[in-house]
């Protein structure tokens, strides 16, 4: 029963060894090679564009959030194209078809969004 789960264990390892090591050797070569000459504009916020030590109750621009929720909006819908091509042999016609569908209605409200202006930055 538990050799059964060995590839996932297998994949969570390589996936975290991955995920570290350039971390770690990227640190490891910063240290020794890199100059630390930290100043102002440095270590300036940089996430939002305003800085981080105001007003807590300060307004943001809901365009800000838009185009958050819209990245992962999309974000999510492309997912689920990695999982339909690796079985469309499987699906066969109306796997296709269902996914055309699927990418159609994407489509179509990616072009509403376009319209309104949703992806405009000012």
């Known amino acids: ?5 060995f590839p ?3 994949f ?12 770690l050797l990227g640190r490891g070569v910063s240290i020794l090679l890199g100059t630390h000459k930290p100043d102002a504009e440095k270590l300036s916020p940089y996430e939002c564009g305003f800085d981080a030590f105001e007003d807590a109750r300060m307004q943001f621009d809901v365009r800000y959030y838009l185009v958050a ?3 992962i909006l999309f974000d999510l819908e ?10 469309i042999k499987e699906i066969g016609f109306p796997g296709f078809v269902a996914m055309m569908v699927f990418l159609g209605i994407l489509v179509v409200g990616f072009i509403y969004e376009w319209m309104k202006g949703a992806l405009e930055w000012e």
């Open 69 to 71: 929720i819209l990245f």
């Open 1 to 5: 029963m538990l050799e059964n789960y």
């Open 12 to 23: 969570m390892v390589v996936g975290l060894l991955v995920g570290a090591a350039p971390m």
């Open 78 to 87: 492309v997912a689920f194209l990695l999982p339909w091509a690796a079985v």
């Open 8 to 10: 996932v264990l297998l």
